[in-house]
């Protein structure tokens, strides 16, 4: 069977969810029997969000093979379950820099290089490579932003070449629009979906599918206009409403027949859809035994997007648990040592979260000096982990002054300093430590009881690490290495032995929870919390509408 190619487009607005459209879409088939991958395409001019501020972008998402990609790649791993890599994720930065790099090399014969056909080749040959690989029946393609918008057109005009190179009939374009409610007229209003429609077609690409996204359902007065004034059948408009957690979506696009419409139109062999566990996980954490706080600890909380993937896996790890898991959101540069009781009460757990630079790094420490002294559930991420062992040198070790020196260049005890293969590195982007990297674990941890295994490969981004020359200092006063990588004896993980469950990671768990393997740390972090929080009396069970105070 030859593969069959989806492009998803979105029009009227960003933001309307193309990614969990892509995602729910590509559950759905997977379900059905099916080898699926889902790619993004960015139509911004970095290379890629590596160097982006959390603000612009949200979280950089990594992949095993060390791609800095953008964080829908995330909700196609966690739906999906499967593992995306550098092709999944293509920016016009990255198309323009490899066309004008092949143009050097002599590549294109001394011809003019032109948009057409060279950027729009180019496009093409990212699209084809995950189809031609013979992996996947179906690859399907999320064009990043919205339909008119300038720096999208050759992307749309790859998509509209592409249906004629692979054939009419193995590809599919689906197109994601808003269907607005006016309040003042008391109705939804079509008329978006049709110019967002029309200025797709204008330039080639007419959609064989329209999702609509919607606060109110869509009657069959309104699907039919939908229908009939942008070229497409009124089974093939598709609602799509809000729902309590992105993880139901997959079952109402299944209720209004997407899966299927696609499955016809691109005459997909396909069994009926398997979604016991996908329905199983949505029971778990629409009908849980009880909530646990555990308070996320960070630079950038007032955008949420910058921790998506922990937010997830703290989603994962509550239903693992039966509990669901509310965030207290808490941000460090507004964290003292003088408020920090008040900001942590009544949380169960505190994760001190990735980031870099030195703001907020204050409170970060003195978010661990508080959990540490009260035995409360600690995981920290990267950053995290790093500011748990200054603190820990500083009052635990007999380090005064202990720093990082990616805060204090000059600091008497650097127990966190550039990697040796990094100190002299210029360039910013792609090239910190990304990606998957071995750890060898000690058996006597709370990390060996969460993976229980000896060996496991984690995703890394990063510049600086605990500092070799003082670990021993650290170590001889109770702070635990209970991972390292093997290959360069780098500290990996570090606990505190005499505390419940204290556990920093230079690596990002985060990014390997799916809803079919939550990660087996935030499933332990979660757990500890659950049971400290039994302890102090602050597990609410569900049904109890009450704020612990």
Not at 132 to 158: H, R
Not at 332 to 360: H, M, Q
Not at 399 to 423: C, H, L, R
Request: net charge negative; aromatic share 8%; hydrophobic share 35%.
């Amino acid at each position: 069977m030859a593969t069959k190619y989806i492009f998803v487009t979105g029009g009227v607005a960003s933001s309307l969810g193309k990614g969990i459209i892509c995602a729910s879409l590509g559950r759905l088939l997977i379900a059905r029997g099916l080898r699926v991958t889902v790619q993004k395409l960015d139509p911004y001019i970095n290379v890629d969000p590596g160097t982006m501020n959390p603000y612009e972008h949200g979280e950089v998402y990594v992949t095993d093979d060390g791609a800095e990609t953008d964080l829908d790649l995330g909700h196609y791993e966690r739906f999906l379950g499967i593992k995306t890599s550098q092709t999944n994720n293509v920016t016009t930065g990255r198309v323009y820099f490899d066309v004008i790099r092949k143009e050097r090399q002599g590549a294109y014969l001394g011809k003019t290089v032109q948009v057409i056909p060279h950027i729009t080749d180019e496009i093409k040959s990212h699209v084809l490579a995950l189809g031609n690989s013979g992996e996947y029946d179906v690859v399907i393609t999320e064009i990043g932003g919205t339909v008119g918008d300038i720096e999208g057109l050759p992307y749309i005009e790859a998509m509209r070449q592409l249906r004629y190179d692979v054939g009419r009939k193995n590809t599919l374009s689906i197109h994601l629009t808003l269907v607005p409610y006016l309040a003042a007229a008391g109705e939804l209003k079509t008329k978006p979906t049709q110019h967002s429609v029309k200025t797709l077609s204008e330039s080639g690409l007419s959609p064989d599918i329209i999702v609509c996204r919607s606060e109110y359902p869509l009657d069959s007065g309104i699907r039919r206009k939908i229908a009939q004034f942008c070229n497409v059948d009124i089974e093939d408009v598709i609602a799509s409403l809000d729902a309590e957690s992105i993880y139901e979506v997959p079952l109402l696009m299944q209720q209004e027949g997407l899966d299927s419409r696609v499955i016809e139109k691109l005459n997909l062999p396909a069994k009926n859809a398997d979604l016991e566990n996908w329905n199983a996980f949505i029971q778990k954490i629409k009908n849980p035994a009880g909530t646990v706080k555990i308070a996320l600890v960070g630079k950038y909380v007032e955008h949420h997007d910058a921790y998506k993937s922990i937010v997830e896996a703290l989603i994962h790890g509550g239903a693992m648990n039966d509990v669901k898991v509310n965030i207290r959101w808490i941000q460090s540069d507004e964290l003292t040592l003088d408020n920090v009781k008040d900001k942590l009460l009544g949380c169960s757990g505190v994760l001190v979260a990735p980031g870099f630079g030195d703001r907020g790094i204050d409170g970060k420490v003195g978010a661990v000096q508080y959990v540490r002294t009260r035995n409360i559930p600690f995981l920290g991420i990267c950053l995290g982990m790093q500011c748990a062992v200054i603190e820990f040198a500083r009052n635990c070790a007999g380090m005064e002054g202990a720093n990082s020196t990616e805060f204090d260049k000059s600091t008497p005890w650097p127990v966190i300093d550039y990697m040796p293969d990094q100190s002299e590195v210029l360039d910013k982007g792609g090239t910190m430590r990304l990606g998957k990297y071995s750890c060898s674990l000690e058996r006597n941890s709370n990390a060996f009881k969460a993976y229980q295994s000896d060996h496991i490969n984690e995703r890394h981004r990063h510049r600086f690490e605990l500092n070799n020359d003082l670990r021993n200092q650290l170590t001889e006063k109770g702070l635990k290495i209970t991972g390292v990588n093997p290959e360069r004896d780098l500290v990996e993980i570090i606990e505190i032995e005499s505390h419940p469950w204290f556990v920093g990671v230079q690596f990002h768990p985060e990014l390997k929870s799916t809803v079919n393997e939550p990660h087996p740390l935030f499933v332990s972090f979660v757990k500890a919390a659950v049971v400290y929080g039994e302890a102090a009396g602050s597990l609410i069970p569900e049904g109890i509408k009450k704020e612990i105070v």
